[in-house]
């Protein structure tokens, strides 16, 4: 089978666009993204569009409407925060499956205010605040606890994650915001769910992101010199586990999605030279450095504790400025950590650049769940 | 007359309201609510129902200091083992929202009482679990 290749990707700039549609969005994205490739719509054979806010409301064939009416098939992909990873692979398999040699994937969302989740009231009287809370920030917390639990993991570290990724996201100038955090402002932002402050949880933003993949035949035909090899593409649902009923299990499908990326990529985490993980609350990314394997179980305390994961550390991690400061705009979420990827692999990231980078990996968790891990290599 | 907040809280006539679980009798794994096929082992027809115990060990939490509208905060939001099996998240009461006062594996029991006041559109009220602290 081939090895299947990105040619073009891109993002916007994260914000809120309240005046602009779904759709409008989508459109810019993947127009940057046909620029970066070279190509027009004209080339596209097939199109994979993620988007959560309007599954049922054909987003793709919408940006079609807006940049090119081709008749080309059009899938549209809803998968929580894994939506814009499952789109990315869906063009990924119909291109390792011989369909088709140029392919178009795009994930857009424009995202409302406030808390996300919640015990819907179903029948009867609301559950939230009555049977423990169902918003995302305190099942976070709650997963960052049982690690506090297990390691004895400080709010004080959860905390560190975040004044990083501010850090990180000052170099950013697609991030929704370049603005550094210290420590002591981390700690002393509002609590929202302990152990998450205000500042550890991810921003609500507005945003589209979009990546034209191509077999290695038309890699070849158009020109390797800033493809990117897609040495791995998975995705896992979640496992029995047996407190999944009331407490959604976020590691033990990214453990099976990370040790199935490594082997199909043939590589161990120590090849691997940055990773854009899913850090929607500090709490969450404390627990993908033990389950994407960058150290062992019970060490991802010490990882931020001595900067490894820092920019110019042994593996940074979120470079990009992650969800907490880039912002996560919920179907785009999973390309536009393709794109900072691709980015670092091109040697284009400027003042972020993680130096001869030329392996990467991201990584999403849609809750419910679903987890997309992709293995970039530098051609 | 109240009515139970969730299906697996059963009140029985005459009786101690319980939590319900459904064990699997090929893996033991044990769920909340009704199932005919066992996630676990995909054994069918194999579930049978248990009371659970009201007694169990604290397994994680978080305190909420921010909700929906209306919410009163703050509270403590606790995932509970309980004694023989089976998991069940709920409000933990009577205790400050102090990390410092909550200890993992604290001993807890559940306790049955009013749904702190809320009522459906019909007018219904509502018997909803907590936990408390065993001291
Ligand atoms: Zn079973």
Request: proline fraction near 4%.
């Amino acid at each position: 089978m081939s090895d299947v290749y990105v040619l073009g990707v891109d993002m916007i700039k994260f914000g809120r666009f309240p005046d602009r549609t779904v759709p409008d969005l989508g459109a810019e994205a993947a127009l940057l993204a046909l620029d970066d490739a070279g190509l027009n719509i004209g080339n596209m054979e097939a199109f994979y569009c993620g988007n959560l806010g309007q599954a049922n409301a054909m987003v793709g064939q919408r940006i079609l409407q807006e940049i090119g009416q081709t008749g080309i098939p059009v899938v549209n992909c809803s998968n929580a925060c894994a939506t814009g990873a499952t789109a990315f692979r869906e063009a990924w398999t119909s291109i390792k499956a011989g369909l088709y040699d140029v392919v178009l994937a795009v994930g857009v969302e424009q995202m409302g205010t406030g808390l996300l989740g919640g015990s819907g009231s179903g029948s009867g009287i609301p559950k939230e605040g009555l049977l423990g809370s169902g918003t995302m920030p305190a099942v976070f917390a709650e997963a960052g606890m049982e690690h506090a639990r297990q390691y004895g993991t400080t709010f004080e570290q959860f905390a560190k994650i975040s004044v990083k990724n501010h850090h990180h996201s000052t170099m950013n100038p697609k991030a929704r915001y370049q603005i550094e955090t210290p420590l002591d402002e981390v700690m002393n932002a509002e609590m929202i769910s302990y152990p998450n402050t205000k500042l550890m949880c991810s921003v609500n933003v507005d945003g589209a992101a979009a990546a034209v993949l191509v077999s290695e035949k038309k890699a070849k035909e158009l020109g390797m010199q800033r493809a990117v090899r897609i040495k791995a593409s998975v995705m896992t649902s979640d496992p029995y586990q047996e407190r999944d009923l009331v407490m959604p299990d976020v590691n033990s499908c990214t453990r099976k999605a990370a040790s199935e990326a490594y082997e199909m990529a043939g590589l161990d985490s120590s090849d691997v030279d940055l990773v854009e993980l899913h850090d929607c609350f500090a709490t969450a990314e404390m627990l993908h450095y033990e389950n994407l394997g960058l150290c062992d179980d019970g060490e991802a305390g010490r990882l931020i504790d001595e900067g490894e994961v820092e920019l110019g550390g042994r593996i940074p991690v979120n470079v990009s400025g992650g969800l907490l400061s880039k912002g996560h705009p919920l179907g785009a979420t999973g390309i536009a950590n393709i794109y900072e990827v691709c980015t670092h692999l091109r040697g284009e990231a400027g003042e972020r650049q993680v130096e001869n980078a030329k392996i990467g990996m991201t990584h999403v968790i849609g809750l419910g769940s679903a987890c997309g891990i992709h293995i970039l290599e530098k051609v | 007359m109240s009515l139970p907040v969730v299906e697996y809280l059963k009140l029985p006539e005459g009786g101690e309201p319980y939590l319900e679980g459904h064990k699997c009798s090929e893996c033991g794994s044990i769920f909340l609510g009704e199932r005919n096929v066992c996630s676990n082992c995909f054994a069918r027809d194999s579930m049978q129902s248990i009371k659970l115990n009201n007694t169990g060990k604290l397994y994680s939490y978080s305190i909420v200091f921010r909700s929906f509208p209306g919410i009163e905060v703050p509270y403590i939001s606790a995932i509970v083992d309980l004694d023989g099996g089976g998991t069940v998240k709920g409000n933990l009461i009577d205790c400050e929202p102090d990390p410092d006062k909550i200890n993992f594996d604290m001993p807890v029991e559940v306790i049955f009482d009013d749904a702190l006041g809320r009522k459906d559109k019909d007018g219904n009220s509502y018997i909803s679990y907590f936990f408390k602290q065993i001291t």
